[in-house]
């Protein structure tokens, strides 16, 4: 289903507004995952694979296309595939969950910053994509950032990089699977749902499962199925209807609103070397951005 099935126009504006309804939901995520610190990541994790499976089901048998997942589970190759990037996109919630509730929402802010330019750096390096000199420029700085912060300020960004890394690679294999981006979520959360619902029944089974009609927990991590899949839908319509280039430049708007959030309402503090790493990192996505417009 798009937009032109109900009657009108593929057009930019309702792209923008989907694109920007996405990235203002994962822009605030964090306030939901501050809500649920107490509950352990990799439980979290659970439940945002458990309770995605039927928001997605929905959204696929609304737009009919019910046959199509399933001839997409009769082909060994793609389901692979989807294994892989199933086990990515676990590896990045349960980092950025686990981050939220050790109080360093910044750091998964300044890996979605790097995320593009990790982006920009795979595809050079393995589909021999070539660089601009801004880019290329861009990519130097972002390197200088991250090695300044490890020596200088003696900290490893390991949590922001892992973020980044994990969810350009995510990006990089989900571009070669022919399948639509509805259908490859819930194909991943499909695919991870059995071992999710065997740790929901080991968590059950030896008592510590957070999972509780009589204190309302139960609605809370029910609730993290709609908060994951919600912010996808929105992206795919809007990755149809809008330039690459708009689309690459409307991504800082998530990390930009953790970044604020992370220092104003959660409390964090910014050390100088931190505030270093991010300057430098905005000055690299300044060039890069740059570069995006001039290629269109």
């Given at each position: 289903m798009t937009p032109t099935d109900h009657g009108y126009d593929r057009s930019s504006t309702v792209g923008f507004f989907c694109a920007l309804s996405a990235y203002s939901l994962w822009g605030i995520m964090p306030f939901y995952f501050k809500a649920t610190e107490h509950i352990p990541a990799i439980e979290m994790v659970v439940h945002r694979t458990i309770w995605s499976v039927p928001v997605a089901l929905l959204v696929i048998a609304v737009q009919r296309r019910l046959g199509e997942l399933t001839a997409l589970f009769r082909d060994f190759r793609i389901v692979c595939m989807m294994v892989i990037t199933a086990l990515l996109i676990a590896v990045n919630w349960g980092i950025y969950v686990w981050a939220i509730s050790v109080n360093i929402a910044s750091e998964t802010a300044l890996g979605y910053y790097i995320n593009p330019l990790i982006t920009v750096m795979?595809?050079?390096?393995?589909?021999?994509?070539?660089?601009?000199?801004?880019?290329?420029?861009?990519?130097?700085?972002?390197?200088?950032?991250?090695?300044?912060?490890?020596?200088?300020?003696?900290?490893?960004?390991?949590?922001?990089?892992?973020?980044?890394?994990?969810?350009?690679?995510?990006?990089?294999?989900?571009?070669?699977?022919?399948?639509?981006?509805?259908?490859?979520?819930?194909?991943?959360?499909?695919?991870?749902?059995?071992?999710?619902?065997?740790?929901?029944?080991?968590?059950?089974?030896?008592?510590?499962?957070?999972?509780?009609?009589?204190?309302?927990?139960?609605?809370?991590?029910?609730?993290?199925?709609p908060v994951t899949a919600t912010p996808l839908i929105f992206y795919a319509f809007g990755a149809k209807l809008l330039r690459l280039s708009?689309?690459?430049?409307?991504?800082?708007?998530?990390?930009?609103?953790?970044?604020?959030?992370?220092?104003?309402?959660?409390?964090?503090?910014?050390?100088?070397?931190?505030?270093v790493t991010f300057v430098m990192i905005w000055c690299a996505l300044v060039l890069y951005s740059t570069s995006l417009l001039r290629q269109k």
């Open positions: 795979l595809g050079y390096v393995f589909l021999k994509e070539r660089l601009t000199r801004l880019q290329a420029i861009a990519v130097a700085i972002a390197f200088a950032a991250v090695l300044l912060r490890t020596v200088a300020g003696g900290v490893f960004p390991w949590v922001s990089l892992s973020l980044a890394i994990s969810f350009a690679v995510y990006g990089y294999l989900r571009k070669t699977v022919p399948v639509g981006p509805t259908q490859g979520f819930l194909m991943e959360v499909v695919i991870l749902t059995p071992p999710a619902l065997a740790y929901v029944a080991w968590l059950s089974w030896t008592g510590e499962n957070h999972f509780s009609l009589e204190n309302g927990q139960a609605w809370l991590l029910m609730l993290a199925g708009t689309l690459g430049l409307m991504q800082y708007i998530a990390p930009s609103l953790i970044f604020l959030i992370s220092f104003t309402v959660f409390g964090e503090e910014l050390d100088f070397w931190q505030g």
